[in-house]
């Protein structure tokens, strides 16, 4: 007969996933498909905006604001973007933020099918690393905190280790666009992609912010009221802008044409 102790030992080993974790965990994976194929549509519109108007976005066109296949690519970004915020506010950053790595395969494969953009051994590698990193955390991602208030996040986002950080990577970010971005912007993709990544380290503390608050609002706490709702809500709207303006220069860069 099993003994209790070997029972509970075997419960500390593997509890479950709680409710808010499995929510979390389809939101992302949605957000992921959305997101991954927002990307090749996109650029089917970048192309074609392109084409007709003979300047691209990575040199500082902006004729694809009047490509409606650009528009469709921009709508499926933003219903990603919704469900990836949805996520936030029920499960764990550990958990939804590296499960954003799955819209690379996605876009990876879209990309190797319809722009027949070529899939490298390294590009397989890749995908399959994130797949497994992604499974790993998600099977042991920990339970996720009560809060219950936004100010609660407030105040971890005021501690001075993530202060210093945050000064850091805005300075990273203010040297990379104003004097990088200018000399390397057209040779080395990595400069934009820089941007793009340390702005988003930045936004993903708001977005988190924001959908508890958000959250907690629906279910009857009121947190509309505290300045630092509408404080997290203007982070998250400037790391947005930033990011999608550098982001279509990434998508029309020479080295993206294969994989």
Known sequence: MESSSSRGGGGRWYTGMSADNIKGLVLALSSSLFIGASFIIKKKGL??????SGLRAGVGGYSYLYE???????ITM???EVANFAAYA???AILVTPLGALSIIISAILAHVMLREKLHIFGILGCILCVVGSTTIVLHAPAE?????VTEVWDLATEPAFMCYSVVVLAVVAILVCRLVPLYGQTHVMVYIGVCSLVGSISVMS???LGIALKLTFCGMNQLIYPQTWAFTLVVLSCIITQMNYLNKVLWF???ESI
């Open 47 to 52: 192309k074609k905006a392109a084409s007709s």
């Open 68 to 74: 409606p296949l650009w528009w469709v690519g921009m």
């Open 78 to 80: 933003v219903v990603g």
């Open 90 to 92: 029920f499960a764990p």
């Open 145 to 149: 905190r009560e809060i219950e208030s």
């Open 207 to 209: 977005v988190k912010a």
């Open 254 to 256: 020479p080295c993206s």
